[in-house]
């Protein structure tokens, strides 16, 4: 049996909460397929898409006077991850009761402490919500300060700090979670993101990334495996090109060597590689598999996924 981390993407899970339902509960099944094995599994999931309309909605409320201010970024967070954090309770639930599986399932709301002087800070770059012309893009940023950024082709949108993760506050509550049998849904969006104030933790506008956060809980609740899933069923080097090659099996070393050579995209696939690549050397034993949505239930079989292993000299 292995303790299993499962990072599912904000994109993958749709923007409307009816889309949302029905893209859940194929992850459950995938999911429940890796319980029903007996792995011990803690599911996390992007926000992005989710926690950026929450908080455009409440902006239009406050400028249409409906509310009296604008939803901070941090409580829209929590929002995101109870919501999301429902849907997958339930469709977990009803696969596993289907299959005749008694087990418990649950969502922590989870913080994530990060440093107040993170680079990221001044430097915005994780893009949130709806996407947008240039023109709307414009617009929003000159009423309401925002800082807008072209994503990848696809439209403008709203992007903010994306701080690294320095611990995640609820990880003694996870792991008894974990201990006592629970399936457990948490750092839900890469977490909610607090700062050290004065002694006592406050929370601040930013979203960290869900892979980085995911790995750094991975670590601390002593997990054997990280399963990130996305859009493609391997990591390909030469993305695109005439040569491009998709990877089987891996070092930590060697996929260093494809991060500084420029294989991945940033905001794409480099940050679930840098995760990855954080976790596997974090320990003996521990590997990290990127994989898509579809193939999560054949994670764990050899030739499915890129597979990042530690690095020679360390295993």
């Known amino acids: 049996m292995a303790r299993i981390v499962v990072a599912l993407g904000g994109n993958a899970l749709g923007i409307t909460p009816a889309e949302q339902v029905e893209n859940v ?9 890796i319980i029903e094995a007996g792995h011990e599994v803690i599911v996390t999931h ?3 898409p989710q926690v950026g309309m929450i908080n455009l909605a409440f902006a239009a409320a406050s400028q249409a006077d ?3 201010a604008d939803m901070p970024f941090p409580e829209c967070g929590a929002m995101s991850q109870g919501y999301i954090g429902y849907h997958l309770q339930n469709s977990l639930i009803n696969e596993l009761s289907s299959r005749g599986l008694n087990k418990p399932v649950t969502t922590v709301v989870t913080q994530v402490l990060v440093s107040e002087d993170d680079p990221a ?3 915005p770059t994780k893009p949130v919500g709806a996407f947008y012309s240039e023109k709307e893009a414009d617009e929003i940023a000159s009423t309401s300060g925002y800082t807008m950024m072209e994503d990848a082709g696809r439209g403008w949108r709203r992007v903010v700090a994306s701080p690294k993760p320095i611990d995640v506050i ?3 509550a996870i792991a008894t979670l974990l201990q006592s049998g629970c399936i457990v849904i948490a750092g839900g969006g890469g977490g909610i993101p607090v700062i050290q104030k004065g002694g006592k933790l406050v929370g601040i506008t930013a979203v960290i990334d869900k892979d980085f956060a995911s790995a750094k809980l991975a670590y601390l609740v002593n997990a054997d495996i990280l399963i990130i899933l996305t859009e493609v069923d391997k990591v390909y080097i030469n993305w695109g090109k005439p040569d491009m090659q998709a990877l089987d099996t891996i070092t930590v070393d060697e996929a260093e060597i494809y991060v500084s050579e420029g294989h991945f995209a940033p905001g794409s696939m480099l940050p679930k590689v840098e995760a990855a690549i954080s976790f596997a050397e974090s320990g003996p034993g521990r590997r990290a598999i990127i994989t898509s949505l579809s193939k999560a239930s054949e994670a764990l079989i050899p030739g499915t996924g890129t597979v990042i292993l530690p690095s020679l000299k360390s295993s």
């Open 25 to 33: 509960k194929k992850a459950a099944m995938s999911i429940v397929d």
């Open 170 to 172: 609820e990880k003694r």
């Open 121 to 123: 800070f001044l430097h």
């Open 46 to 48: 992007g926000n992005g």
């Open 66 to 68: 409906v509310i009296k």
